[in-house]
């Protein structure tokens, strides 16, 4: 027995033969099953409930329930038990109209509980309520299909609407294409401003402006500025998929006689004009000057940079000529 001190005593004397037999080591038994063995076995040594349930820091009744159930089961008593009930109450309401709930949402796959609740009781007379109807659904994995029906349907719309180009516009004129995108900017408060800019894709001719919030008005507000500073007609403007870009301001845009097109999804590259400009900004106005300065103040900047980067900054794409070179043809360069 050398090695093994107490450990056969252990399970001998505290176990009914035909339970230890069973046991090979006690290591293997869970560890809440092992607690519990301890409770006994201090218990048996100092024959007193109230110094064991101090010791281990447990009721009386706590102790009392795996005591009986020790007395009566042996060891077996100390594992937990399945709390499952053996009689489950099967409810008869919803096993009546779950054919019904399955045939409606079958035939009205993107209604949902309430809607199914309302038709059973118009059209079948049945009262349903709305959550027993949602555990139906859920039951027969009907909640999540629906899910992504709505979706197809709504990105199939989404696309339908919008008219998109993978490659980007081609741009053989001034005007002809305009990319506008906006930069969120963090002031130093805490909040943002929003700083839109717009490109022309054929000469780089830029214009850009900040706005206190990014809203439908402001965007309109922007196009229409757009419009005066660059003194030539746009035929098309080209945006991502953002929100201040969605429906009413491409509607806005069509009332006024100019063409509308989304970039692709994830697709950064098709709007890259745009998206270089506001890096190439970013580097040379804001990285150098800060923006913790007011809104009227940050416009001010903004005008006084854009004059340059049109009329005196080279740029490499165009051979090193400035954007206004390009956009305004030679003979009508305006350096002021």
Known sequence: MKGRVGTPTFIFSLFPKQI??????????????????????YFKKTNNVSKTCRHFGISRNTFYKWKKRFDKEGIEGLFDRDKTPKNKRTPTV???VRNLVISVRQKFPTWGKEKISAYLKLEEGIEVSASTVYRILKEECLIDKTKKIKDKIRIKKDNRDKKRTRKGLKATFPGEVVQIDVKYIPLGDGTYAYQYVAIDKYSRFS???????????????????????????????????????ERKFSQYLESIGIEHYYSYPRSPKTNAYVERAIRTMEEELWNVYGVNYPIDELNRMLGKYIRKYNFIRPHHSLGYKVPADVFFGCDKIFLG
């Open 94 to 96: 919803r096993k009546s």
């Open 20 to 41: 230890s037999k069973n046991i090979k080591d006690i290591r293997d038994l869970p560890r809440e099953v092992k607690t519990r063995i301890k409770w006994i076995d």
């Open 207 to 245: 214009y850009s402006h900040v706005y206190p919030k990014k809203n439908m008005n402001n965007t309109k507000d922007f196009i229409e500025k757009v419009r005066e500073y660059f003194g030539t007609e746009i035929k098309k403007v080209q945006t991502d998929n953002g929100s201040e870009f």
